[in-house]
Structures are given as structure tokens and as C-alpha cells.
DNA sequence: CGGCTGCTTGAAATGAGTCAACATAGGTGG
DNA sequence: CCACCTATGTTGACTCATTTCAAGCAGCCG
């Protein structure tokens, strides 16, 4: 099945499709020829399931791959020489990785199960020979790097200029949204990383990662138990993420 | 003239090459005809003089072009909805710019010049359908968005786990390695954008820009003459940059 | 020459980090 | 099945890096 090939986060896509095959639809007008269609399904069809805390790919490998979420969760992060690690995304279900290195070239991060996950392997030669019969695949392509630089304007926006509150109400409404694109409730999920992940991932320390949750929940912003999050007041979640209000003024 | 398409930061290229054609070369194998080569080259040859402050292209807009630079420098920032700005890169000649936007979408980042400076224009569609007759221009533009990527990811890292005097180490020691690729001097050099910049940049207070460059200047790591720079312990700088050592050390 | 913009410097304020102690949950083994 | 152990998360007190506010300075342009 192609399903598991994506776009995440399409701000154009019927909501409703979810998870599935607007590669492919976009692949037909090129009016492929059954082989063709045939090999991409083959390309996409490798799958491998993985234990939670399992390496998927690794910084620094020959990369011969690119990767499809299939099912479960994914954390990929870089690694700095002097060891330190910076968390670049949490990656659902149609979420595609490893995009850095699309020219087989080298892994710039690493990815890690988070949970019990399925992940497709794409061959990236098979993509290029793919991409040259198929005009629409190479645009596809190009359509989900370009989201993914767009994407990471955006987090260096978050980092540079967010304060705390900001960076976690930040955090939160996108992961509601993405697992409202997923057909999942957007106001009640499990978090499926810990704390210290999301400190990492927001740029804070693990400690001021508790004290804003409890304070979220102070706030009645939140409820909380343990991993599961409940979202009760998304119109302020918001405002404190676009920094139209503060915490403390509620 | 092609030679404006270059790949930045190109770690394997020969670095005498400088600022010139591997665009080119990686499509020779190809076989290119004659039309298609002069298509690209057509494709390319269309240039603008902008002055300091013309905006390039604007977050928002329909993009119907890439850019490359090829003389002069260029800022490009994005805009969030409560107006804050982010610096997302300076960019010098051979860069490309407005990577994120390859299929027909709109930008979401701006670009202007901080001088004049000579910028080529790259219709969208134009590429597309070279890259159709040319594998190895597709190759060369996927690898040219992984770099991109990649590159984010470092910014990334620095932004949420390095204290503000790796900051300004790091981002010294890449101005300088840039300039260096383009086979200006590595320890000399005038910078082309103001300490505002600079601050927006790495996410710090204009002052702490100025605080640091005085620190810096202190501790006989740079000399500096307003814009102008000079690197004189560049190990130091290197170590500062990497955390191997602090700046009180000093 | 005056005024403007960009830069520098000092003093005080503060948001987030650090350190340390404690709590809880989930897993493991007796 | 319970008791312990380790992971992970929470909370408080204190520290400190960076920001903010405010004033002053320098180069540059008309």
C-alpha cells in the first residue's frame, strides 16, 4: 500500500483524506504506466517494526533511505560534537524523515522509536529513478522539502523569540493539530515523549517544563494525568501562544 | 552566464572551483542538448540590481521564482502574526534563496539586500521542466534543499543550547569560513549587516551584541573597527564556539 | 552644524536555570 | 502479590545570564 506516503501538515488537502495517498493522486495525471505505479508501491512497501527507544537512522551513517511513520512515534534530534543534543521533531503516523538527505549523502540527525511504530523504507535510488518517470512524484517531492524548511523557519522563530509560557502553549496546540489532521480528538491526547524530551525540544530545562505544565493546569488551560493532556480552554491556549496574553493575566 | 547556481558550503567540491558551475557539471553527464543547456542558461541569466533595502521577495506572496545571489549580500527573515521577526540567514554570492517555496506556493520568508547587490532570478516553472530533461539538475536541487535542511538543524541546536557568547562565536567562525569559500580573506572582513541583525539573529538583545563584541575584543580574540573585523585568535574563537572553553577562561 | 541613527555602557530587574530534596509510577524479582 | 528499585516527574530556594531601561556617544548625511 502507498498510503503511508503523505503529506503531513497539507495546508491545501482535503481534511478528510487523513493519512493517505495525496502522493499518489498526484502522481496520476503524469499518466503512469502500471509498471511504474507497481515500483512505487514496491519502494514504499518495506516496512520494519520497531521497539520504542529502537534507532531508525542514525547521524553520521550513509543514508540510503528516506522514512515513512507508518504507525507509533518518532523522535529525531541532532547531536553536537561536544555531545549535546537538541530534539528537531516529534513525527506521526504519514510524517516522512531523514528528508536532509535525499542526495545520498549522510544522516544530519537521528531518529528513535518513541513507541512500539511501524516505519516504511524508502530506497532513495529507487525514488530518483522513480522521480525521473514520474514528473509529479519529483514535485511532491519538492512540495514536502519546501514544507519542512517552512516548517523549521518556523521553529527558529519559536526558539529565538518565545518566552516559556509561549513556547509550551506553542507546543501544544500544534501537537492538537496534528492529531486533529490524524482524525484524532485535538482536545484529549497521550503525550508520547516524556518531559525531558519536550524540555530539550522547546530549548528549557526539564524542571521549568513541570512548573509551566502545573501551571497550565493552575490556570485551568489544562488538565493533566500523568501523559494524558486534556486541552479545556483552546481559544486561551492560543493567545498565549501568539502571545496575545500572558499567563499571569489570567 | 550559470555560474551564480552554485552549492554553497559544498563539502566535497573543489574548493579552487569557488563560486562557480557545479550546477552545470553534475547535469553533463546527462547528455544534455545543446537547447537544454542553453535553457538553463536562459533560465539563469536573468538578473536584477537591487539597492540596499529593496525588498527580494516578500512572506506571503505567490513565488513564481528562486534566487540566487551574485553579488552583494542578502537578509532573509520571517514574520510571525504578532509581528516579531526572526533573522533566518545572510546571504552571500552563490547562495540560493527562497528554497522553501519550489512548487508554485508562496514564501514564508522575506528577503532584502543589505547593499546593492545582483540578484538572479529562477522562474519555478522553468526549473521544473529542466529537471524533467535533467536528472542531474534534480539530483543537484534535492541536495541543494537537504544542505538547507541540514543547515537549519545546526541553527536549530544553536539557538536552544548555546549561552550568548558561543553564539557569537559560532556565527563568526561561519561568516569566516564563508568568506573564506569565496576566496575572500578568513580573518578580515566587513560585516554587512548591523548588530541588529546580528542580535535578531541569534536570538539576543542588540546590547548583548555589543557587550560580547567589547568582551570579545578584550580578550584579543577580534579587532574591530566598527563593521570591520579582524580575527586574530582563531583556535580561541573555534574553542569558544565548540563550549571546549569560556570566555572568563580566557 | 545639528540632528539622526546606530552603537555602547551602566545599573537594575527578571525569567529561566541549577541544585537538591522529595514523590510517584511502573517494572522486577523474591 | 507485595516490596523494593529505578525512572521520571515535581517542588522549593537560590543563582545568574541576559534583558530592560536609560543615558550618553560617535559617525554620517544633508
Redesign the interface.
Known amino acids: 500500500m502507498v498510503c503511508c506516503l503523505i503529506d503531513k501538515d497539507d495546508r491545501s488537502a482535503d481534511k478528510s483524506r487523513c493519512a493517505s495517498c495525496s502522493l499518489v493522486e498526484l502522481c496520476l495525471p503524469s499518466a503512469l504506466a502500471e509498471e511504474d505505479l507497481l515500483m512505487l508501491d514496491e519502494a514504499i512497501s518495506k516496512r520494519k517494526i520497531m521497539q520504542k527507544a529502537d534507532e531508525i537512522f542514525h547521524q553520521g551513517n550513509e543514508s540510503r533511505c528516506i522514512y515513512a511513520v507508518r504507525s507509533g512515534a518518532v523522535r529525531t534530534y541532532?547531536t553536537?560534537?561536544?555531545g549535546?543534543e537538541?530534539t528537531?521533531g516529534f513525527h506521526l503516523p504519514g510524517d516522512l524523515l531523514g528528508?536532509?538527505?535525499?542526495?545520498n549523502?549522510i544522516h544530519?540527525?537521528s531518529g528513535v522509536a518513541l513507541t512500539t511504530s511501524t516505519i516504511c523504507q524508502i530506497p532513495i535510488k529507487d525514488l530518483?529513478v522513480l522521480?525521473?518517470k514520474m514528473?509529479g512524484l519529483?514535485?511532491?517531492?519538492?512540495?514536502v522539502?519546501?514544507?519542512?524548511?517552512?516548517k523549521?523557519?518556523?521553529?527558529?522563530?519559536m526558539?529565538?523569540?518565545c518566552n516559556a509560557d509561549q513556547k509550551l502553549a506553542i507546543f501544544f496546540s500544534n501537537l492538537s493539530s496534528r492529531f486533529g489532521q490524524r482524525g484524532f480528538s485535538t482536545c484529549e491526547f497521550e503525550l508520547m515523549m516524556s518531559r525531558s524530551d519536550i524540555a530539550?525540544y522547546?530549548?528549557l530545562a526539564d524542571e521549568t517544563i513541570s512548573r509551566l505544565i502545573a501551571r497550565f493546569k493552575d490556570k485551568k488551560l489544562i488538565q493533566v494525568q500523568r501523559k494524558n493532556i486534556k486541552i479545556i480552554d483552546e481559544v486561551r491556549m492560543i493567545q498565549i501562544a501568539?502571545?496575545?496574553c500572558t499567563l499571569d493575566q489570567i
Open positions: 541532532t553536537a560534537k561536544n549535546d537538541q528537531l528528508l536532509d538527505c535525499l542526495d549523502k544530519s540527525c530518483h522521480c525521473i514528473p519529483q514535485r511532491q517531492l519538492l512540495r522539502l519546501g514544507d519542512e524548511i517552512s523549521d523557519y518556523t521553529m527558529l522563530l526558539l529565538a523569540r530539550n522547546l530549548g501568539e502571545g496575545e
